[in-house]
C-alpha cells in the first residue's frame, strides 16, 4: 500500500503558516521546515515566506529578541548559549546582535550570580577546588562567559 502526500494549494499553506506565526514568534529556518513537513511544493516556499514577512508575521529581528529574552528569563541562559541556538537557527548576525543586547547588562550580572550562589550552595559537601571547579562548568554550560564566572566565583568563594 503506498501513501500519497496530500498537497496544499498555496492559499491553504499560506493560512496555516499564518497560524503557526501567530501563535508563537518564528524563525525562518522553523517556516521552511514546516512547509516541508505541510508537503508544500518546493518552488512555492519563497512566495510563502515573502508574504509571511510582507504581512509581519514573520519577522527575524523580532524572532530573535523574543527568543533571547525568553531563554535569558526563563531557562536562564547566558550569551554565548543564546547566540549559540539562534546561529543554529539560522538567524542573522544583525538580528543576534540585537537580540543580546536587549539583556540588560545589570541584570545579566545578577542572574548569573544568583545562579552561582545556588550551585556553590548545593556542593557544600565537596572540597573547595571540586566546589568551584563544578560551579564554573555548570555555568559555562548554561552560556555564561568565562571571564564573567571566574569574577563572580572570587566573590562568592572569598
Known amino acids: 500500500m503506498t501513501m500519497y502526500k496530500k498537497y496544499l494549494t498555496k492559499e491553504q499553506a499560506l493560512q496555516k503558516l499564518k497560524h ?17 513537513q505541510l508537503g508544500v511544493w518546493k518552488k512555492e516556499h519563497d512566495e510563502i515566506i515573502a508574504s509571511l514577512i510582507e504581512e509581519n508575521y514573520l519577522n527575524e529581528e523580532r524572532f530573535a529578541v523574543a527568543y533571547a529574552g525568553g531563554h535569558f528569563r526563563i531557562k536562564q541562559w547566558g550569551r554565548i548559549k543564546i547566540k549559540y541556538e539562534l546561529k543554529q537557527k539560522q538567524v542573522s548576525e544583525y538580528s543576534i546582535k540585537k537580540a543580546l543586547r536587549q539583556i540588560e547588562d545589570e541584570e545579566y550580572g545578577k542572574v548569573l550570580e544568583k545562579l552561582a550562589r545556588e550551585k556553590y550552595a548545593a556542593l557544600k559537601k565537596e572540597q573547595f577546588l571540586v566546589r568551584k571547579k563544578k560551579t564554573a562548568d555548570y555555568l559555562v554550560s548554561k552560556g555564561y562567559e568565562a571571564d564573567l564566572v571566574n569574577t563572580i566565583l572570587k566573590i562568592i568563594s572569598s
Open 20 to 36: 503557526y506565526c501567530a501563535y508563537q514568534e518564528r524563525c525562518h529556518s522553523e517556516v521552511k521546515e514546516k512547509l516541508y
